[in-house]
Structures are given as C-alpha cells and as structure tokens.
C-alpha cells in the first residue's frame, strides 16, 4: 500500500491521504473544488465547482501514472440535488464511453459549504 501526493490538488488537510494506491487499485480521496494555486474555491456555481473538483481528481490520479480512462467508480457529493444536471452536463466533459460506475446524491453540507465533492477509484 502507497500513499499518493500531487502539489496539483488540495492537500490533505486532516489524517488521510490524497489518494492510495493498493493492488493496482488507486483510493481517491474526496476532491472539493479548491484550486491549489490560491487555496480558494473556484469561483462561481456548481459547473465551476465541478471542474475544479474533477480537475483535482485527474491530477492525484496523475500522480500514480494513470488519467481519467482508468476510473471505474465515482462517487459525487453534492449540497443540493438541484445542482445535478448542470454537475452531469460538466462531469460528461471528463468521462468518456466507457463510462466510470457511479453515485451521486445530496448530503447535509459538504466541508467549507462546497456544492460539490468527487472521489473515484481507479484500476491500473
């Protein structure tokens, strides 16, 4: 077992990794839509949350050799199902036939009032 890093997503910022990488399999942790360049959510709605919160999953992913062809399970968190098609319309941008198992479904909040987070699991 690895645990995996990349300065191109948000750190960790309690006792877990960005991502670990076990039997060929990579653990992705949740990604919020934090941009690591200024450690602020990109700004706008969920679309923008989206694909920050994607692009944060393709870069740790990035950091065990593998892209976003390898996922095989996302699973999406969001504040507010009303927020689902503009997520799909984004998260469609990302994911090509075939495509990734997936859940997405509303939680009570995300951490720092999010409107979305992403984690996936990927095979090498």
Known sequence: MQA???DKAPAAVGPYSQAIEANGFI???GQL???PATNAF???GVKEQTRQSLTNARNVLASAG????HVVKTTVFLSDMENF???NEVYAEFFKEPYPAR??????ALPKGALVEV???AVK
Do not use: N, Q, R, Y
């Not at 859940?103 to 009570?108: I, P, R, T, Y």
């Open 42 to 44: 990109a700004e706008g």
């Open 27 to 29: 653990f992705a942790s």
């Open 66 to 69: 593998v892209d976003l062809s």
């Open 119 to 121: 984690e996936c699991i």
């Open 4 to 6: 995996l890093h990349t």
């Open 103 to 108: 859940s997405a479904f509303a939680v009570k």
């Open 33 to 35: 839509p934090i941009d």
């Open 85 to 87: 098609v503009a997520m």
